[in-house]
């Protein structure tokens, strides 16, 4: 096996030694907002006039399970080898920054998908779901999670506590999802909030990846799919940039 | 011949610490080289460097020709490092961190040489354990595995017996002796300079981020051109003619600083003479711990001073006059 392949193996076996804390906990969290948001807004107004409130829910709590996740495993991955020291293992090595870059990101989009997966397949017990673009829902899933990943490794590298990486999650990751219209339509928002959601990333993918399931978004799918893949190549080459000058892993 | 590393003009500044200034050296393939100096010496950041670690401000380092920033790939691969810190993942198992660490060589099938660094290091047994249950000198053994998983040219370890026990470190040290035998380069810094003495063909001393001695371990230990005699007599009082040599008395024993072998006959001739009988007498060689200490005091140049004057101090001993 190649040093990238066995860094990505590494990093996957990492999450999946791990699987209740990584894969299990994040689908039952995922499945309690499902089931309290449901019952708490059954009999609200239908979103998109077709589509039932669970039902347009479904798809935002996946999406933003596969954003929290891939964000979480680079980013504690990462800060927990630089704080236990064993980062050195990574470092000695012959590895490019290439190869770092793409095996932790790749990492994260599995996790992303892993989860994804569970919280959609447990939700189907409760809600019946159109695929009417499956295609658009893999290209969502991918991007988003790729970015979130890229994220997550942007907070590893610059942070050198734990605490950091909390705050970074806390105060960036969270609003940025929670106020990305998984809960709602940002039609439903005074005229501001819609404004100020078009500059949230993160609308985009969810809206997107809506999309994939009800064939209706507030957005053109192909430039949600532009606006986050933009999102990603612009991350990319920042996160390039820091690996490549060593910035707070070599110094 | 390629030196297996090659260190040329290297500064490295942290902040307002110029923790390297100007290091110049050379080991050449198969030494066993030791890199002393005390805490804050630039030891670490020095095998840090040589790791891609981290970055000099100047200079150009390589290992086995291998220029550590534009060909890192293949100076990495000629390169195990032994770190001073205890690091682990916790995620693993003894053979899982090993094969890990063998596949970021691109090493797949690997599994024959990690059972052997196993076998030798002790590990069989714990093959299979998670790296947390592991005692202290044990993870310390999976470092020294993890840093030959890739069969490197040169092995570098940093205070590999920090805090280890007597019968590893006995162990650590007969392996490594192997794999310079084999014809590794081997590269340690320690604390423990009776081990550096016995263990090493050559060494360099830092301080302060400069080398401050470098040459090889016997004219190191030998550059002080004293020894001492230390001396209990009874029956009349130290003779005259020895009390310039003493450096101290303590209890009745008096150690003498004599400036050679000949010396020691003489020095005895004049106890004899004095009437004295020699209840104890013992030989002080000089080792590399009072060249160390002598070193680390003064500084290059003023050592050499302080040497020489020390020696043209000492009036030569004559015989007693029959």
Known sequence: MSGFGTLLYKELLRFWKVAFQTIAAPVLTTLLYLLIFSHVMQGQARVYDAVPYTAFLVPGLVMMAVLQNAFANSSSSLIQSKITGNVIFVLLPPLSYWDFFVAYVLASVVRGLVVGVGVLLVSLGFVDLAFEHPLWILAFTLIGSAVLGTLGLIAGIWADKFDQIAAFQGFVIMPLTFLSGVFYSIHSLPVFWQDLSRFNPFFYMIDGFRYGFFGVSDIEPALSLGIAGACLLALTAFTLTLLKRGYKLRH | MTPAIQIQQVYKRFGAVQALSGIDLEVAPGEFFGLLGPNGAGKTTLINILAGLTRADSGSVRVMGHDVIADYRASRRALGVVPQELVFDPFFSVRETLRIQSGYFGLGRNDAWIDEVMHHLDLTGKADANMRSLSGGMKRRVLVAQALVHKPPV?????????????????????????????????LTTHYL?????????????????????????KLVNRRDSLYLKLRISGATLPLALAGRVRDSVDGVHTLRLRSYAEIERALAHVREAGAKIEELE???PDLEDVFV???SMGEAGAQREERSAASSLTPLAFPSP
């Not at chain 2, 019968?167 to 380069?185: I, S």
């Not at chain 2, 090493?200 to 040459?215: F, N, P």
């Open chain 2, 294 to 296: 002598q070193i680390m």
């Open chain 2, 194 to 218: 009776e081990e550096a003495e016995m263990l090493c063909a050559r060494i360099a001393m830092l301080k302060q981020g400069r080398i401050v001695a470098l040459d090889t371990t016997s």
């Open chain 2, 155 to 187: 092995i570098v370890l940093d205070e590999p017996t920090a805090g280890v026990d007597v019968e590893l470190r006995k162990g650590l040290w007969e392996f490594v002796r192997d794999l310079n035998r084999k014809g590794h380069t081997i590269v």
């Open chain 2, 283 to 285: 030989l002080l060689q």
